[in-house]
């Protein structure tokens, strides 16, 4: 039975729009569900200009299917999309020990659960409230439509140079989803709205990852670094990666509309569960550690290697010599990666200790990569020991 009497599509629309806010998102706004064909063709030239390497996953196939709506859900005809904060104060520092930073967005529980939790509430109460089963596709970045793109039809903001959707209340820290739907909603129009002049963010990034005002090369983003990558970290950008152990926030933190944006109201991403670990508890972690610790958080993507092979990147560039004994005894690590960075740390890091550490392992080490890093480290650690005396 239907609760909703009126059948007015304005009345539609503000009412979808209640319903979203009172589930807890903080921006809501309505796409026409016509294809994305724009940014469909943006995205496959991307893709051939080996911006998008690194991401097996993210096929032409995939993009395609993800640009049109008809695809997703047969009779789509319009996008609810949506934005739910995740911002809040800084993240504790940690005295003496030194600490890994993380990217905001991880902080906190896994946001693809909560989000999808609360589109599918959406997709329910729309159901109840019309008395018809509301035919409907949820979407939160692990699908393949392009979040960002529906975002800017829908007028939930406008695109940073950066490639983060920008709003105004919340700047950039917001997550995206989708909600694609057989309801008739009348769109709303996009922001008009740009960045201007400000190019404070393509100055900013560290690996020069920002080649063109909206474009990233994803390979050289720390974020992909540290999260989507899989194997070694290119030599060349583990200097300057710093701390940064999961993803990155430096384009948005330099972002001037993120000065005044508004913290998050939702719990899940208020919680403290990852923001600045401690780097040699991190290296040490155990399987049993790791999955206990990263169950409902977005970190867990990394993989225990991962996290591991970032917090060799982050103690080399700490500067703590207290550090070395930790990376020594990993370069007896089980995985070739976490051996391949304690041996690049120990280098950066120098000192008789490290030197030594390295000379015993490099002797007994059987992988061909691993052999290469040990090699190259310790005619780092010889030049910095030269240097020292
Ligand atoms: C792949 C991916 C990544 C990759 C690649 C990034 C990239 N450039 O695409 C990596 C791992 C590096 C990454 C990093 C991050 N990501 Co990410 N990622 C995605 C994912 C899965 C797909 C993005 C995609 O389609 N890329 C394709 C490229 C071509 O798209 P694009 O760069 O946005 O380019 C578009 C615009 O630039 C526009 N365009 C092109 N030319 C022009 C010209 C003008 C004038 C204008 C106005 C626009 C324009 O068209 C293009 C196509 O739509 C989405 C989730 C999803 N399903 O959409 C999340 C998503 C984009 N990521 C997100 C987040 C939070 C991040 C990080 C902030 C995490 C972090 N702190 O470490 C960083 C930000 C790095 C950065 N500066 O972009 C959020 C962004 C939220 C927001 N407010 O924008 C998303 C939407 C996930 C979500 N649902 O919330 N990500
Ligand atoms: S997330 Fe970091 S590395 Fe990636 S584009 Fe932004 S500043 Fe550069």
Redesign the pocket.
Known sequence: MAIWHNGAVGDLKKRVKECALELGFDLVGIASAEAFSE?QA??LE?IRQGL?DG?PW?TEARVRRGCDPQALLPGARSIVTVGMSYHRPDGESRDGAPAGRV?R?AWGDDYHKVIKERLRGLAQRLSQGLGREVAARWY??D?P?????AAERGGIGW?GK????LTRSHG?W????QLVTDLELEPDPPLKKTCGSCVRCIDACPTGAIVAP?V?D?AR?I??LT??NRGAIPREYRPLMYDWVF???I??DVCPVNVKAAYTREQAFRKRRFTSPDLVGLLRMSEEEFRERFRNSPAKRAKRSGLRRNACVALGNSGDQGAVPALVEALEDDEPLVRGHAAWALGRLGGDDARRGLEAAVGREEDRDVVEEMELALGEARARGAEGS
């Not at 439509?145 to 793109?149: G, P, S, T, V």
């Not at 917001?174 to 989803?177: H, K, M, N, P, T």
């Open positions: 940014h943006v995205t991307r998008m991401l993210f990217a967005y939160v970045d699908g439509m392009l979040d960002r793109a695109f950066n490639t983060n959707v950039s917001v997550f995206l989803g909206y990233i994803n983003c974020s992909h999260i989507e993803g990155c926030d384009c948005q």
